[in-house]
């Protein structure tokens, strides 16, 4: 039995990082605090091994390790979610598992990765996968990223098919993401992600959150409790003046510090994420993109950030090795 229930599921949800030290290894200091300071954000809730955890980049003990870590340092404080990655049914469903036993709130499935199928086949292995679970269940889809997904009227199937499945993690335009709620006709919960673009038009159409990196979570934070206050101009002015933030904020603040020893306090004047943050609001590669170039160009050198399993940059530079 979970603590929260999806009807509690609201706001900005902070899905983290895969963070490593210099033996590429999982750095456990360096995700506790990466914890810490999200919840010190005030997010609603807390999320981990999706596309912003490069989630397929890591074996399966690293994803069970993350799932232990999480769960531990959130403690149930705000509701906790785990992406399931896999290839069957039953890697899913062993993933799954692992989720309950660590306390999970909800779990939210991604399409198998090998070969692409109709829309027929993933509604089966969803509904399989959620059958086998308790949980509150939802499926990620981002047919932009995946190379596979669903359209609003057969995610309104798989849901009719299979009620365990209560929320929907889009990866799109706030128009398609309205487009699915008006043909599930609101009865089930959506959250978006996107790195955060559109935000303030996705909780007007009635989005009930987001899940986002954390660089962005404390901005995002305070521009949906503007939002949901009735505030017409702040929410906006929240995100501008996070798209406006300079690069070099990265290494002047050092607001967010991973040393070897583990990781210092946010220093008190500035923003909490200073050290993630990303420039500009480009399209959201270029924004991925940028975000690796801050952590690694702006921290590396002074070894205040532990490593990121990213793949080769489009430019062919690997940034392991800058």
Not at 63 to 75: H, L, Q, S, V
Not at 172 to 193: K, M, Q, S, Y
Not at 302 to 313: K, M, N
Request: hydrophobic content about 40%; some cysteine.
């Amino acid at each position: 039995m979970t603590k929260f229930k999806p009807d509690d599921f609201h706001g900005i949800h902070a899905i983290l990082y895969a963070l490593f030290d210099v033996n590429e290894q999982l750095d456990r200091a360096a995700m506790r605090r990466q914890v810490e300071i999200c919840l010190a954000t005030g997010v609603h809730g807390m999320a981990a091994l999706g596309l912003a955890t490069e989630v397929a980049k890591l074996t399966e003990a690293e994803r069970r390790t993350i799932m232990d870590w999480t769960a531990e340092d959130t403690a149930g404080k705000v509701p906790l979610a785990f992406t399931i990655f896999g290839s069957s049914v039953a890697e899913q469903v062993a993933q799954v598992r692992h989720a309950e036993s660590v306390g999970a709130d909800w779990v939210i499935l991604q399409p198998p990765p090998a070969g692409s199928y109709g829309a027929p086949e993933y509604i089966k292995f969803f509904g399989r996968v959620a059958e086998a679970t308790d949980l509150p269940v939802a499926i990620q889809n981002a047919p932009a990223f995946f190379g596979r997904g669903l359209s609003s009227d057969e995610i309104r199937e798989l849901v009719t098919l299979h009620p365990n499945i209560r929320l929907i993690k889009g990866e799109g335009p706030v128009t398609d993401i309205a487009g699915l709620i008006e043909r599930t006709e609101g009865r089930i919960p959506v959250f978006n992600g996107r790195g955060g673009l559109e935000l303030v038009d996705n909780f007007r159409i009635g989005c009930r959150g987001m899940i986002l990196a954390p660089d962005c979570a404390d901005y995002a934070v305070r521009a949906y409790h503007a939002f949901r206050a009735g505030d017409k101009s702040r929410p906006r002015l929240n995100m501008q003046e996070y798209c406006q933030l300079p690069s070099s904020s990265c290494k002047a603040s050092r607001a967010w510090s991973v040393t070897a020893s583990g990781c210092s306090a946010p220093a008190p004047a500035s923003p909490y994420m200073t050290g993630l943050r990303r420039c500009g609001q480009a399209s959201l590669a270029s924004q991925w993109w940028s975000a690796l170039r801050l952590v690694w160009v702006g921290c590396l050198a002074e070894r205040q950030l532990p490593f990121s399993r990213s793949s080769v940059h489009p430019t062919g530079r690997t940034w392991r090795r800058l």
